[in-house]
């Protein structure tokens, strides 16, 4: 069995942290090594880590000042001493065989990453899962890099993944920046070549109110991301071309989505470089053979009438939570 290193960055989240560490510690493969990483969390989070440190050899704490995310992840991977590393959140919780199925699955198809199903867990209860349960594939690379911009059965987020540890040789996670997992995934997927698949709902991604996505400061890195993805793949890889305008694009929107679920007005100026970015990359749109009707129709209606987009919009979201 292969060591498999855990990480999960640590800040502010005492009421969840228990059930997160307690969820990795009961999984079915047990060669582990779960690395917290307490990023100068205020709370009890810190004597919550060393309390599970003295209580299992396998739990590995690392307290340092509060740097963010991204620099909590990165000094797990610099600590970490599996050949495969799993992310998970310090809010989220795991299925007891996240980890051996997603290891099986990297194994079985010769790949360097691994993907799996996710359910979407909200306070009040309920329970959201998008995909079924029984299929398992391998994405090539081009067809990772569309799945990953498509969000059906993955997305770039960095959890409900298995890496191998040379992946991150050279990459890092931005710090300082938000959408932390959008400026790296490409590279990691373009390193991989493939990724394989298996929507088996094995992580629990919890929806807090109060979490980094669902605050007042709007995250415009989002954007920042998108067009640095859109750039590698003009470069390196011409022919996903329509893939990276079309998410540049598209991610103009999700920005002015984080403006509206959030309540916060956009400004006019914004409003303006949001369509600018829509109209100069119509073309790709138009010829994007694997864009979803209701897409289409989304760029369509911003384009349209902001005030009839945002009526929509926000009709939507009290259907469809997620």
Not at 20 to 36: A, N, V
Not at 207 to 236: C, G, P, V, W, Y
Not at 282 to 310: A, D
Request: aromatic share 14%.
């Amino acid at each position: 069995m292969e060591l498999i290193s855990v990480i999960v960055p640590v800040y502010n989240v005492e009421k969840y942290l228990p059930a997160c560490i307690e969820s990795i510690l009961c999984q079915t493969y047990s060669e582990l090594e779960i690395i917290l990483v307490n990023d100068g969390s205020p709370d009890k989070c810190p004597e919550i880590c060393d309390e599970y440190a003295k209580k299992d050899s396998r739990v590995k704490v690392i307290h340092q000042s509060n740097q963010g995310l991204s620099s909590a992840r990165n000094t797990g991977i610099d600590n970490s001493s599996g050949k495969y590393i799993i992310f998970v959140d310090s809010d989220d919780t795991i299925e007891p065989t996240m980890v051996e199925d997603l290891y099986t699955c990297v194994i079985k198809y010769n790949c360097s990453m691994a993907a799996c199903g996710r359910k979407y867990v909200f306070e009040d209860g309920k329970v959201v899962c998008k995909v079924p349960d029984n299929i398992e594939k391998v994405f090539s690379f081009s067809d990772a890099i569309r799945e990953m911009n498509t969000y059906f059965y993955f997305d770039m987020s960095a959890w409900a993944k298995i890496y191998k540890r040379e992946l991150f040789d050279n990459i890092r996670f931005p710090v300082g920046r938000l959408s932390e997992d959008f400026f790296i995934m490409y590279k990691l997927i373009a390193l991989s070549q493939k990724v394989a698949y298996i929507s088996k709902p094995l992580y629990n991604y919890l929806q807090r109110k109060s979490s980094i996505s669902r605050n007042k400061n709007i995250n415009h890195d989002f954007i920042t991301a998108a067009r640095e993805q859109m750039e590698f793949l003009d470069k390196n890889y011409p022919e996903l071309a329509i893939i990276g305008h079309t998410a540049y694009a598209s991610a103009n929107l999700t920005v002015l989505d984080f403006y509206i679920k959030n309540g916060v007005d956009c400004p006019r100026e914004k409003l303006n470089e949001f369509r600018k970015a829509v109209r100069d990359n119509m073309e790709y749109i138009k010829s994007n053979k694997y864009l979803s009707k209701s897409k289409r129709i989304q760029f369509s209606l911003f384009l349209f009438s902001y005030h009839i987009y945002k009526l929509v919009f926000s009709i939507y979201r009290k259907v469809i939570r997620v």
